[in-house]
């Protein structure tokens, strides 16, 4: 949810600062800038590729399409991280891909040969031993929750094929794949099936990822404002993302009483401003009495600002947080002076 609020004033910060309209959920999910953005691991603040090690694995990954995020969002977990090497392998040399049987090729040529998602397994149950779309999804949650006997008793369905009234299905053999193979296949969707990830989960996953990647790929000052804000009462994430602005070359200027908004916002330089929200001590209201008030006309000193607020929380820890975060620099007087006056 926090995600969303960034994507959102992502988009607003854009408009403000450059008078673009950003259609955030029409964007180009394949475009090749974002792809390589994350390719470059350097996506600190992206939503769900920001630990540094989905960031290693972004490097290693090195996405050619939306479908290879969905992918590494779903891998990157206890249990499927053992099939990463594969996937990478089978995505860097897709001709040295092998399947056991021709069937298995359509189902798992998205994933580079590697059974990644639960709809995988079920589209295995169906295309190759004819199950119906709820016999297939049967097995499925007997496989992630381990129930061995319901295993056992389908792995004989799935080979052989079921007479059963309402559970007819042929079976592998019958749709000409050797019982060995069937086994196989079975055992490799027994052992994975209990960590395999819902890949419509994942897709929505990889969509949010996908636009916090763009944003900050292509408006990284609008995009690390929104971010900003967003943790503004975590001081340990604001100096993490303040240093991740250092390293983008983007400058983040200390608050100014006339210029700054509650929260931190881009300027048309490239430039973020500190958001008076994120200094400490002072008041929500205050801060917001204190914007409206100079709209009419900007604060000339410590006196005038003081004089006009008077009466709205405004009090002493207030004031000097203000000035000791640099607030009040605008007015030409040492921060000293101002909290000794």
Known sequence: LRTLTVLKDSVKNIKASRGIDVDIDHIDFNDKGTLDFIGTGKTEGVFQLESAGMQSFMKELSPQSFEDIVAGISLYRPGPMDFIPNYIKGKNNPKEISYVTPELESILEPTYGCIVYQEQVMQIFRELAGFSFGQADNVRRAMSK?????????????????????????????????????????????????YAFNKSHAACYAYVAFQTAYLKCHYPSEFMAALLTSVLDNTGKIIEYSGECARLGIKVLPPDINISGSGFTAEDSGRIRFGLNAVKNVGTRLIERSVEERQEKPYTSLYDFCKRMHGSELNRRAVESLIKAGAFDCFGSNRHSMVEA
């Not at 061995?148 to 007479?163: D, I, K, L, S, Y």
């Open 146 to 194: 381990k129930k061995h006997a319901v295993m056992e008793a389908e792995r004989e369905h799935f080979v052989h094929g079921c007479t059963d009234p309402g559970n007819e299905c042929p079976g592998c053999v019958a749709n000409g794949i050797s019982e060995k193979v069937a086994n196989e296949i079975y055992d490799e969707m027994s052992s994975f099936a209990s």
